[in-house]
């Protein structure tokens, strides 16, 4: 499986925002996006060589739910500390709220913060090693 790319996919009640707070705290782009699409909208967020990005959706007339945990977590790994440090600062100032994970291994080498709708996103200080 080489040559797969990864899409995360989740709903939200706050396209425009979510998208944007995502787009600023962990520096991506835009990649597409489309409204109308059979009663959807949505937005695709990422780097254009990662193998992985993100899908914000809204469901025209229905009302996405709250993050269903605090367990729900998007992890990153920035090992080098100038980066780390940067993009902590970035998802400050992008809305996002520094909090305690709930599982306190994370909080030993990272952060944990927390979007509008309960959704959560790790830094991690550490490399991934596998």
């Known amino acids: 499986m080489k040559s797969v790319k990864l899409r995360v996919a989740r709903p939200t009640n706050q396209l425009e ?6 787009r600023k705290g962990l520096g ?3 990649l597409g996006a489309f409204d109308g699409h059979e009663g959807y909208d949505g937005v695709m967020l990422g780097a254009a060589a990662a193998p992985y990005h993100f899908e914000f959706t809204r469901e025209r007339g229905h009302q996405a739910p709250r993050c269903p945990s605090e367990e729900h977590l998007l992890v990153f790994y920035v090992s080098d500390p100038a980066e780390w440090q940067l993009t902590a600062d970035r998802m400050l ?4 709220i520094a909090v305690a994970s709930r599982n306190p291994y994370w909080d030993r080498d990272g952060r944990t913060f927390e979007d509008p709708e309960g959704y959560r996103v790790v830094l ?7």
């Open 93 to 96: 100032a992008a809305g996002f």
């Open 17 to 22: 925002r979510i998208s944007e707070m995502y």
């Open 28 to 30: 991506l782009e835009v």
């Open 124 to 130: 991690s200080r550490t490399a991934w090693s596998k």
